[in-house]
């Protein structure tokens, strides 16, 4: 099945309690949603269809995929591959070599989108430092990095 054509809309700053409310509801972290370092979309189909969120924090050369969320009718129907998909454009367009995440229960997911697990002291200074790593998600969460080419 070809991945969904999605269109991605930069959040304002404003604009982010949509996306507070999504995370909260699949039980994902959202207390660092405000903070300015963050870049998050909102994902819509063609025809103007809410399909959900996701973000992406840049530090230098590597960057943290965070707060990806497909809304609950329209799960397992390739829209979270889609939405990881166009964030990893935006990151190579930044210039990124690796993206790192945190995730309590879908490593298979990404593993399957090429990510691989690492340990988490592997991932650099910057990305540790970010409230996903340093407080936001428990240390039991698999940390996994997919380098870019």
Known sequence: MPAPRLRATPLAAFERDGLKAALRKAGLPSDDVGQRDGLFWRFETPNDVPVGFGGLEVHGRDALLRSVVTLPPLRRRGFGAAIIAAIEQEA??????????????????????????????????????????????????????????
Do not use: W
């Not at 690796?98 to 309590?104: N, Q």
């Not at 002291?121 to 870019?148: G, H, Y």
């Open 92 to 149: 190579n367009l930044r210039g990124c070599r690796a993206i790192y995440l945190l995730t309590a229960s879908q490593a298979e997911f990404f593993s399957h989108l090429g990510y691989a697990a690492c340990r988490r002291d592997e991932a650099p200074d910057a990305i540790r430092a970010t409230a996903q790593f340093a407080a936001l998600c428990p240390e039991s969460a698999a940390t996994m990095v997919k380098r870019m080419m």
